[in-house]
């Protein structure tokens, strides 16, 4: 069963981005010897991180894709995505462009669901020193973006994770223990949805 996690480049003042710390992180540590984990950066560039995962859906369909990316305002919070946006996306990204009309995929539905219920998910895990919480708004820049992409291409087998900043108490290594607590129980969701 291949699993793909990508995580995010440098942009603005974030020099290491913790997202692509805690997926190297999670790859160190595996998720058992079903799953065959594999990871890429992306960068905070719109149609690169599109084009990417379209990509990685056409050429290695894998069971589920996570993305993970940095959430500036989450000081010490995990947020769950449920869903992504088609539009409104008029940021600039690290190159200073945005998407033709602010969209990802023309004529695409307006919003996507993960097949993962993060909800369920939400409320069956927790992971000590670290508050996790739901959102249905994973808010309209490339995190958003990548994550209505994938769950377009992957035909909603994608989950999107927002994590913090790296700080004293959020090492890499912490967020990588984390991730690998979450994704254990989603991939308990997918094999539920197998069976």
């Given at each position: 069963h291949l699993s793909f996690f990508s995580?995010?480049?440098?942009?603005?003042?974030?020099?290491?981005?913790s997202s692509w710390e805690a997926v190297k992180e999670l790859s160190k540590r595996g998720l058992g010897k079903n799953i065959d984990l594999r990871i890429m950066q992306l960068p905070v560039?719109?149609?690169?991180?599109?084009?990417?995962?379209?990509?990685?859906?056409?050429?290695?369909?894998?069971?589920?894709?996570?993305?993970?990316?940095?959430?500036?305002?989450?000081?010490?919070?995990?947020?769950?995505?449920?869903?992504?946006?088609?539009?409104?996306?008029?940021?600039?990204?690290?190159?200073?462009?945005?998407?033709?009309?602010?969209?990802?995929?023309p004529d695409g539905p307006e919003k996507i669901e993960s097949t993962i219920n993060m909800k369920t998910l939400w409320k069956n895990i927790s992971v000590e020193g670290i508050d996790i919480i739901f959102s249905r708004d994973a808010g309209r820049y490339i995190c958003d973006y990548t994550y209505y992409a994938s769950l377009y291409y992957g035909n909603g087998r994608a989950a999107f994770i927002h994590v913090p900043p790296l700080s004293k108490s959020v090492t890499a290594d912490f967020l990588g223990k984390a991730l690998q607590t979450i994704i254990l129980e989603m991939l308990k969701q997918c094999g539920e949805e197998r069976e």
């Open positions: 995580g995010f480049g440098p942009f603005r003042q974030y020099l290491v981005n560039v719109y149609q690169k991180a599109k084009e990417q995962v379209s990509m990685l859906w056409t050429t290695l369909q894998p069971l589920l894709t996570v993305h993970v990316g940095l959430a500036s305002s989450a000081k010490a919070l995990i947020i769950l995505e449920q869903c992504g946006k088609n539009k409104g996306y008029q940021e600039m990204d690290a190159c200073g462009f945005h998407p033709e009309g602010g969209c990802c995929v």
